[in-house]
């Protein structure tokens, strides 16, 4: 491809969140039927509570759940989890998870390391969205992703439970806009219908 970097034809969506964003996904995924777009989802958990967290999950989500593996095959319309202490990454030309143990970092899986690959290997098809949670996860990888052209979503104040992350998002400058909980899935709807045009 002449050295560039294959980029995903199709959008993919990242979401990112830490405390309070369980009762968040489960109030956005069920918004999302029929996304023609992959999600891949980075939620900060203790090992203990995730067989628990997927279930709750599935139950509540439009789209099929599954927990990601290592060159797992994308498929548009699959929500996609990440385990606790790998990273989920889009792997070149957007069609597979990669799970890295690298970069050690505070947040294993971290939100950065998310956006960052969705950034390179997606670009200007690429949708990020941070919601509620501590710290600072996601800030740095959401600005990476705007500067590739993607799309940057962030949770409000207002409907946020912490608004740790998405504060950090806010003042490094990394989101197109801030969204409402109730009005985020509608938010990535428009996002990936103008990204096929």
């Known amino acids: 491809m002449n050295g560039q970097v294959a980029r995903a034809r199709l ?9 309070g964003g369980p009762a968040a996904l489960a109030a956005i995924l069920p918004d999302i039927a029929g996304l023609p777009a992959a999600v891949l989802v980075v939620q ?17 989500s439009a789209l ?11 498929r548009p319309g699959t929500v996609y989890f990440a385990l606790p202490g790998t990273h989920l990454k889009l792997g070149a030309g957007g069609r597979t ?3 890295d143990a690298e970069p050690a970092t505070l947040h294993r899986p971290s939100a950065d390391e998310l956006f960052r690959s969705i ?16 710290g600072d996860d996601g ?9 590739a052209g993607g799309t ?24 197109d806009r801030q969204v409402s909980l109730a009005d985020m899935g509608r938010a990535i709807r428009v996002a990936v219908r103008a990204r096929l045009g």
Do not use: C, Y
């Open 11 to 19: 959008p993919v969506v990242g979401i990112a969140a830490s405390a």
């Open 119 to 134: 950034a390179r290997h997606a670009g200007a098809n690429g949708i990020g969205v941070v919601l509620t949670g501590l």
């Open 139 to 147: 800030a740095s990888g959401l600005l990476a992703l705007r500067r």
């Open 152 to 175: 940057t979503l962030v949770q409000d104040a207002g409907s946020s439970a912490v608004h740790g992350m998405p504060a950090a998002v806010t003042l490094l400058g990394a989101a």
């Open 64 to 74: 099929p759940v599954e927990v990601a593996a290592g060159a797992m095959r994308l």
């Open 97 to 99: 998870v990669v799970l």
């Open 44 to 60: 900060h958990l203790h090992p203990k509570f995730v067989n628990e967290f997927v279930a709750w999950m599935a139950r509540v």
